[in-house]
């Protein structure tokens, strides 16, 4: 059942990351990146990171896309040639990593390794540690990323709003056509 | 009512998850070598910031598995830093891409060739 589930969301993900740069309209590009966020965030579900899966909704699938989708459009590009003159070498790199992987998966895939969630035996033994920041209780998810993210992380957190802070007035900065009034256009 | 379907699947899932971590490593080896590709040889700009998203959730997936193979909850709270980053890049990067749309008024990368030589 559940493995089932799994290979519901990968094929679907691998899909539509495939029609992402196979599709030459970039408008259904985009879109089947949304199917894409959204199988994510169903990944995320059945790993148990219910307040990612939110996020990843909210701020990719609502945010981010929304901004592409606005760009595309503002921009109005008519369609173009689709690929790079340098198309055999990037598929060549490609088939050349992609053929590695699943050597090396097929080479794992012989040795016998746990299922998701480590055994009763280790999740207690690592509650043992000392290690205490971060094993995850039985409190619920958004509870456990709060309490780390505001104790052991607060620098990092702070730095992140500092980022986006950064970001914003870079992209104003940008894309106003006039800021200081020097140009004549 | 989506999300209603997704959480009483992770109630049943909760009870007995069987599938191996090698399997989200492969995945995301998948999706970030297809990024990969779409980085290499596609000619629309826009297509190639979507490729870099791809790449980004590929990470992502990672993180999350391991986070949950470990029952640590560190790799989510990275993810979350991701997607911070994410947010940032994506933001300054559509407003290069319409100050290039300005310029040249295209967004086919072989039109920028001010760097080359």
């Known amino acids: ?121 280790a999740r207690t033994m690592s509650n043992g540690q000392s290690v205490a920041t971060g094993v995850a209780p039985a409190v619920g998810n958004t509870e456990t990323i709060g309490e780390v993210l505001y104790s052991t992380y607060l620098f990092p957190f702070e730095v992140a709003s500092l980022i986006l802070l950064v970001a914003m007035i870079g992209a104003i900065i940008l894309a106003k056509r006039d800021l200081f009034g020097e140009g004549k256009s | 009512m989506f999300n209603f379907i997704l959480f009483t699947f992770a109630f049943l899932l909760r009870v007995a998850n069987m599938v191996p971590l090698s399997y989200y490593v492969i995945l995301s080896a998948i999706v970030f070598i297809t990024g990969v590709v779409g980085v290499l040889i596609r000619r629309n700009i826009i297509i190639i910031l979507l490729s870099i998203e791809l790449m980004l959730n590929a990470t992502n997936i990672n993180f999350v598995a391991f986070s949950s193979y470990f029952q640590n909850v560190v790799g989510q709270v990275f993810v979350f830093f991701a997607l911070t980053v994410a947010a940032a890049e994506v933001a300054v990067g559509l407003a290069i891409i319409i100050a290039l749309y300005r310029s040249k008024s295209s967004i086919n990368v072989d039109e920028f060739q001010l760097l080359k030589w």
């Open chain 1, 1 to 121: 059942m559940a493995t089932l589930v799994f290979f519901y969301f990968a094929g679907v993900i691998v899909l539509t990351s495939l029609l992402v740069v196979a599709l030459r309209n970039p408008i259904y590009s985009a879109l089947s990146l949304l199917i894409m966020f959204f199988h994510v965030a169903g990944l995320y579900v059945t790993l148990r990171a219910e307040f990612l899966a939110a996020v990843q909704i909210i701020v990719y699938a609502g945010a981010i896309l929304v901004l592409y989708l606005f760009v595309v459009m503002l921009l109005n590009v008519k369609r173009e040639e689709r690929y790079h003159q340098q198309f055999p070498i990037g598929a060549f790199l490609g088939l050349t990593i992609l053929t590695e992987v699943l050597l090396l998966a097929y080479h794992r895939s012989s040795a016998n390794e746990p299922a998701l969630p480590l055994s009763q035996a």
